[in-house]
């Protein structure tokens, strides 16, 4: 059995007025419902400020081409690992804003 017959196995359980069980946390619009964290941190950079962005629930390539987006628009340095996005610098309410406009909820 392949998973495509698994799934209809499933599907074919539930109750008629339950709706489908979905795959990710995304709205129709193609943006995430759940909120990402913006945090302002000093550990391990000697001292230096960098602004973290966590909380993507979308594929690797497409935090790169956000964290692309990001550090252009910010002008800054900065990074992906992990799903995380980090920025060289205190950039919290310019990355708050952009990530707003581009239909991101937010935290932080």
Request: glycine share 12%; net charge positive.
């Given at each position: 059995?392949?998973?495509k017959e698994a799934l209809a196995?499933?599907?074919?359980?539930?109750?008629?007025g339950s709706p489908a069980p979905e795959a990710s946390e995304k709205t129709d619009s193609g943006v995430q419902k759940e909120p990402l964290h913006i945090l302002i941190d000093?550990?391990?950079?000697?001292?230096?400020?960098?602004?973290?962005?966590?909380?993507?629930?979308?594929?690797?390539?497409?935090?790169?081409?956000?964290?692309?987006?990001?550090?252009?628009?910010?002008?800054?340095?900065?990074?992906c690992r992990g799903g995380d996005i980090l920025l060289q610098g205190d950039c919290l309410s310019k990355v708050r804003?952009?990530?707003?406009?581009m239909g991101y909820r937010v935290k932080g």
């Open positions: 059995m392949d998973w196995g499933i599907k074919s359980d539930l109750p008629e000093k550990k391990q950079r000697k001292g230096k400020t960098a602004t973290l962005i966590e909380g993507f629930l979308c594929d690797d390539e497409q935090v790169k081409e956000i964290a692309r987006q990001l550090r252009r628009q910010v002008g800054a340095g900065g990074s804003e952009i990530l707003l406009g």
